[in-house]
C-alpha cells in the first residue's frame, strides 16, 4: 500500500490517499482543497475508483463533491446516522468561515457492522464507531495493518464530544470495545495530527487505558 497523507483545511486534517501498485487509488476524509487533491491524484497518474468519509463534519468531507464530479467515482459512507450533519453542511460552513458548500448525501451509506469494502486492492472491514458522531465509520485494512479511523482515537488523546448528538461514553466504549481488540502493531491514522498505534494508545493514552 501506498500512502500520502495530505493535511487540509484550517484544522490540517489529515486527508489520506492510498494506491497499489496498479496506481488504483482510494481517497478518506477528504476535507477541503479540492483543486490541491485534484492536481496530486494527477500528479501521481492515479486511478481514483471511491471517496471514503469516516464522518459528517465538514472538515472530513467538504471536497467531496467536487472529486466525485472530477473523477465520476462513489462516495461511501458514513454510516446513516451522521445524516443530519450532511443536511447541516451549510450551516457548518458559515458557522467556521472556511469555504461554501451545498448539501449533499454520500453515494452509499455504510451499515453498523458486518460490511468488508474491496476498494483497489485494499479489503476494508467497516467498523461503526459512534461517539465523536454518532455515524462514524472506521476502516480497517487488516493485511497492510493500518486502519483509517477519523476523529475517535488520536495520539494520546480522543475525539471531542462536544458536539450535537456526540457521546463521551459511546466513545470510550467504542475504543475500548471496537479498535483495542485490535493487535497492538495496527497504525492508527487519525483524522489530525501524528499517527499511532494501538499498543501505544492502550499502554499511554491518559483517557482510556487498556
Not at 483497489?120 to 462514524?136: D, I, K, M, R, Y
Request: hydrophobic share 40%.
Amino acid at each position: 500500500m501506498h500512502l500520502e497523507i495530505i493535511p487540509v483545511t484550517a484544522f490540517q486534517q489529515n486527508c489520506s490517499l492510498i494506491w497499489d501498485e496498479q496506481k488504483n487509488a482510494a481517497i478518506i476524509d477528504p476535507g477541503g482543497e479540492s483543486e490541491k487533491l485534484i492536481r496530486r491524484i494527477e500528479e501521481l497518474e492515479l486511478n481514483l475508483t471511491a471517496i471514503l468519509l469516516t464522518h459528517g463534519h465538514l472538515d472530513h468531507v467538504g471536497a467531496a463533491p467536487k472529486l466525485k464530479a472530477h473523477f465520476g467515482v462513489e462516495i461511501i459512507g458514513p454510516h446513516i446516522a451522521d445524516d443530519f450533519w450532511f443536511e447541516g453542511l451549510p450551516l457548518q460552513a458559515r458557522k467556521f468561515g472556511l469555504f461554501e458548500i451545498e448539501a449533499f448525501e454520500p453515494d452509499r451509506w455504510l451499515p453498523a457492522q458486518g460490511e468488508t469494502l474491496n476498494i483497489a486492492s485494499f479489503n476494508f472491514e467497516v467498523l461503526h464507531l459512534p461517539g465523536h458522531t454518532p455515524g462514524h465509520i472506521g476502516f480497517i485494512e487488516h493485511q497492510h495493518n493500518i486502519a483509517f479511523t477519523g476523529d475517535v482515537l488520536f495520539h494520546g488523546g480522543v475525539g471531542r464530544t462536544d458536539f450535537p448528538r456526540s457521546n463521551h461514553q459511546d466513545l470510550l466504549t467504542t475504543i475500548r470495545e471496537k479498535l483495542y481488540p485490535l493487535n497492538d502493531d495496527m497504525v492508527i491514522i487519525a483524522g489530525h495530527g501524528p499517527y499511532t498505534t494501538i499498543g501505544a494508545e492502550k499502554q499511554h493514552n491518559p483517557f482510556v487505558k487498556g
